[in-house]
Structures are given as C-alpha cells and as structure tokens.
C-alpha cells in the first residue's frame, strides 16, 4: 500500500511536469525551490498561495488559505524535511531514481495582536493539524498534500511569476545588487518569534505576504500583491485583507474576495536587513527585519 501511494505521488507529478513541458530531475542537487507558488495551470486558482523558504534539506513552507467559515488562516510548515521517495518509475526516456520529497508537520499559530508593543514571543502557541508533503519533478513544477483532522487533497503546484523572476540557487556568493525574496523576521533574530514576512522580488515590483495575528490571536495574513520602487531598495503598495473558499472545500475563484485595508512599505539598509511599516485600519506597525536563517546553505537569488 504505501509503495502504491508513492507511486502514485509520483504519477501525478509526472503528468503535471508533462503538461508544463518541464523536465524532470532526478535529485535536489542546487536547485532551489525559494519563492511563491500557486495553483498549476498559472492563473487559474486566485486568493491562495505557498511561500517557501528553502535553507539545505529544508522547506520552511507558509501556506495562505481560508478557514472553514472562509476567513483567513495560515498554517506553517516550518522544518519540511528532504527525504527519499525509495521508489523508481518507468519514463519514455528511462526511469526516475528518486524525486525530491519534502515533507513534515503543519501547524495552526496563535499569538499576540500584530501590532502589540511590545510583541510577546511567550504567547505564541502552536498546535499540530497535520501533515504536509511536497514533491518536486521540475525547478517550477510540484505537488502540495496536505492532511488535516481527515482532509486530504493534493494540489499540482507551480512558481508564480508576474514579472521578471531571480535566478535562485543554493548558496554561492550573494550578487551586489540584493534581490530580497526570502522569509524575514523581526530583527535581531529570533527577538520575537510566530510572525514574519515573505518577499518575493522579481524584477523592480515586491510581492509580500504578512503572516501574523488578529485582536484575538487568530493566524490572520495580510497581502501587498504590488509593492512598486519608491528609492533606491525601497518599495510600498496598498494592503489588502482576502476571503474564500475554506481548505475543506473544493476552491471556487467565485468565491474569492479581497479588500484594502491599509499600505505596507520596506526600505532595506543591505541585502541583510530592513525595515518594513504598514498601517492596517489606522494602526501603524514599523518593524526592523532581517532575515530568517534556519539551515545552510542558504538560497541566494540574483
């Protein structure tokens, strides 16, 4: 049974990346799966997204979804783990020894109001929901399965690209021109841990999604989808807040809706640290960022 399993993993995976025209790969070797995902074919799924941050042999996966009663919720795969599919698969050009697997424990966060002063890292809880597992047959294509409380639905996955993209690979020397896709947190590190920042930065436009919490100290997610150069290193662009279809559900874009809530800006000092600022409903939040190291090597994208 779990031979089956695998090969299926493996068989749907192996369509996707046929549709896509991508080719397959057989390790993880330098590629480096850093950045924001979304539902495969491109612009066909709206409202929901994946963050990866790839650090050596781990994922450190934000998923950005809606909650049974459709408000927003994230859940954090924080220490995805590279592991062996222990299988092989015929191809018309051969067989597939193994492909990159990643796969570890989901979790639901709770924590302090995101503009507490100060942020209270003690309040922070988590609670395991489940699993998730990622398999990758190309740089850009994948699958997403998650299970949770007995929900279990596999999600064919692909890069999201609205304009130039960086070239990310694992380590190497940093370009002198930063590009700042990656997750970041407050600064110094781990000075207030449960909340960050992904940065996906392709071209001169920055795509960020703001993983924190509500009044309540529910995981809430806010979205700045276009962050355009105001400076050198410096960007900023409307906030918004989202809702649709919960996890449990099959996704309906119809049912998908988002509303401004504020704007949100970052200026970076280096490659290394910034500063990000966003005003929600009149509530302003300035933090120092930097950021998040987890495992070596690092991704670095020029």
């Known amino acids: 049974m779990r031979t089956l399993k695998r090969l299926a993993f493996l068989a749907l995976a192996l369509l996707a990346a046929t549709q896509a025209g991508a080719v397959l790969i057989t390790g993880p070797g330098t590629v480096s799966y850093q950045g924001l ?7 066909t799924q709206h409202g929901w997204g994946l963050n990866i941050a790839h650090q050596g042999g781990t ?10 009663d459709g408000t927003g919720m994230w859940l954090v795969v924080p220490d995805a783990a590279l592991e062996d599919m222990g ?5 018309y050009g051969g067989s597939i020894e193994s492909l990159p697997t990643y796969s570890g424990t989901l979790y639901r966060t709770t924590g302090p109001a995101f503009d507490a002063a100060p942020f209270d890292g003690k309040k922070v809880r988590n609670q395991p929901l489940g699993t ?10 994948g699958t997403f399965t998650f299970d949770i409380n007995g929900v279990t639905r596999r999600l064919v996955i692909t890069r999201e690209n609205f304009d130039t993209p960086p070239d990310c690979a694992m380590g190497g020397t940093p370009p002198t021109t930063p590009n700042f896709t990656d997750l970041w947190y407050n600064a110094p590190a781990e000075s207030e841990p449960g909340w960050g920042v992904n940065l996906t930065h392709q071209g001169n436009v920055l795509f960020a999604t ?3 919490y509500d009044d309540a100290g529910k995981a809430m997610w806010l979205v700045m989808p276009r962050g355009d150069s105001t400076g050198p290193q410096a960007w900023s662009g409307p906030l918004y807040s989202t809702s649709g279809p919960g996890y449990d559900v099959p996704w309906d874009d119809a049912k998908f809706a988002s509303k401004v809530v504020g704007t949100a800006s970052f200026s970076f000092a280096d490659a290394n640290d910034g500063t990000f600022t966003a005003s929600v409903n009149g509530r302003t939040v300035r933090k120092s960022i930097t950021r998040q190291s987890f495992m070596t090597p690092p991704t670095v994208c020029r």
């Open 37 to 43: 995902w979304w539902n495969f074919p491109a612009d």
């Open 59 to 68: 994922l450190f996966a934000t998923w950005f979804t809606y909650d049974t």
């Open 87 to 91: 299988d092989t698969m015929p191809t």
């Open 132 to 141: 998730a597992v990622f398999v990758f047959t190309s740089p850009d294509i």
């Open 210 to 212: 703001w993983f924190t």
